[in-house]
C-alpha cells in the first residue's frame, strides 16, 4: 500500500532510531533534558527567534499559543479554512474560551491587511475585543500554498497596529520557504510566534516546536504543563526531531514528486486537479471522493477525502518517483 494520505504517515530512518537511543536524556519538566535543549535553540535559531518550546503536536503548539496570547473573552481572526478553526475540535474556544472570527481568504487562503482592519473590534461595554490574528503558512485545506512574505507583513502589519499580537500557524512553514526559495526566518519576522511541525515533511516521529520572544516562551511553558504536554526524558523523541530539523532541503523532493503527481492526475478522466505550490495535490473527483478513494485503495494506493468531491495527495519522504507513477495509474482504474 502506497500512502499518500498525508506527509505524516513517514516512518523514522535508521539514523533517527540511533538518535533515539544514543540519546543524552534529563527531565524535561524540569529543563533538563539536553537534547531538548539543543533542539529548542537549534529552532529558535533557525527561526529567528529568541527561544523556543517543544511540544508533543502541531494541534498543542497552536492552542498553547492561543491561550497564551489571550484572556478568556476575547476575539481572535483566522482564515474561514484554517487548521486552529477547522480542524482542531473547537479548541479555540474549550482550551482558551476564546471566539473565533473568520476571515475569507482569497483562493489561496490569503487574507488581506484591509480585511484585518475592517473585522478588527476594539473591546469595549458590548465587544470582546481582538487579541490575537492566527495566519497559516503553507495553507493546508487550500492546498499546501506557499503565501508570499509581503503578505504575510501586510496582514500582520494591519494586526499589530492595533495592538494584536500574530501567531502563525506554520505546520509546513518549510515547504512554505523552499518553494518561495526564502529563509523561513523572513516568513517569520512579521509575526510575533509560530509553530512548526518536525513529524510532517522533516520525517521525525513526533514532535513541533513553538518559537517566539523569550518571555512569551516562559509562560507558554507553563500552558505546555496545564495541556499535559510537560515530558520527562523527551530527549528520546527530540534526538530525532534535531535530524529532522536538517532535513530541510530534501523537501523539494518532495515537491518535484508533487508536481509529477499532479502532471500524471490531470491526464486522468474525471479528476480536475490544482496547481500544487508545495508538496499537497489537490483533485476534484467528478466520483464522490468516498468511492473514488475506496476504489483506488483497492489498486494498492490510499489519498485523503478533503470535500464530498475534493481528494488531497501528500507527497513526502516516504514516496518516490515510481509510486507517483503507480499511483496515477491507479488513478485511471479508480477514476
Ligand atoms: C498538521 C497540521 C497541524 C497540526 O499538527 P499535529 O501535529 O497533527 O497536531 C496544524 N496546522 C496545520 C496547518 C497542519 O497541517
Avoid at 479555540?92 to 472570527?101: L, M, P, Y
Wanted: net charge negative; glycine share 10%.
Amino acid at each position: 500500500m502506497t500512502d499518500f494520505r498525508s506527509d505524516t504517515v513517514t516512518r523514522p530512518s535508521e539514523a533517527m532510531r540511533d538518535a533515539a537511543r544514543d540519546a543524552e536524556v534529563g527531565d524535561d519538566v524540569y529543563a533538563e533534558d539536553p537534547t531538548v535543549n539543543e533542539l529548542e535553540a537549534r529552532a529558535a535559531d533557525v527561526v529567528g527567534t529568541e527561544d523556543a518550546l517543544y511540544v508533543p503536536s502541531g494541534t498543542m503548539g497552536n492552542q498553547i499559543a492561543i491561550r497564551t496570547h489571550t484572556e478568556p473573552g476575547d476575539e481572535l481572526l483566522c482564515e474561514r479554512e484554517s487548521h486552529v478553526y477547522k480542524w482542531e475540535l473547537g479548541g479555540i474556544a474549550q482550551h482558551s474560551g476564546v471566539q473565533a472570527r473568520t476571515i475569507d481568504g482569497d483562493e489561496r487562503g490569503v487574507i488581506t491587511a484591509a480585511q484585518v482592519r475592517e473585522e478588527y473590534v476594539a473591546a469595549d461595554g458590548h465587544r470582546p475585543g481582538t487579541s490575537l490574528l492566527c495566519l497559516e503558512n503553507t495553507h493546508n485545506s487550500k492546498g499546501g500554498t506557499a503565501i508570499a512574505p509581503e503578505d504575510v507583513t501586510a496582514a500582520a502589519e494591519a494586526a499589530r497596529e492595533r495592538g494584536v499580537a500574530v501567531h502563525l500557524d506554520g505546520a509546513r512553514l518549510f515547504n512554505a520557504a523552499a518553494a518561495l526559495d526564502v529563509p523561513a526566518s523572513d516568513l517569520v519576522a512579521p509575526v510575533d510566534t509560530v509553530m512548526f511541525c518536525l513529524s510532517k515533511g522533516l520525517g521525525a516521529p513526533v514532535g513541533s516546536v513553538l518559537a517566539g520572544p523569550a518571555e512569551f516562551i516562559e509562560r507558554a511553558h507553563r500552558a505546555r504543563k496545564l495541556f499535559g504536554g510537560g515530558m520527562r526524558q523527551a530527549g528520546v523523541i527530540a534526538a530525532p526531531g534535531l535530524l529532522a530539523l536538517g532535513n530541510r532541503t530534501r523537501l523539494e523532493e518532495d515537491h518535484a514528486n508533487a508536481r509529477l503527481l499532479a502532471e500524471g492526475l490531470s491526464g486522468v478522466e474525471g479528476l480536475s486537479v490544482h496547481d500544487p505550490e508545495t508538496n499537497i495535490v489537490l483533485a476534484d473527483t467528478e466520483r464522490p471522493a468516498s468511492e473514488f478513494l475506496a476504489a483506488l485503495e483497492d489498486e494498492g494506493v490510499r489519498a485523503s477525502e478533503f470535500g464530498e468531491h475534493q481528494v488531497r495527495f501528500c507527497t513526502h519522504w516516504d514516496v518516490d518517483g515510481s509510486d507517483v507513477e503507480a499511483a496515477v495509474t491507479a488513478a485511471e482504474r479508480a477514476s
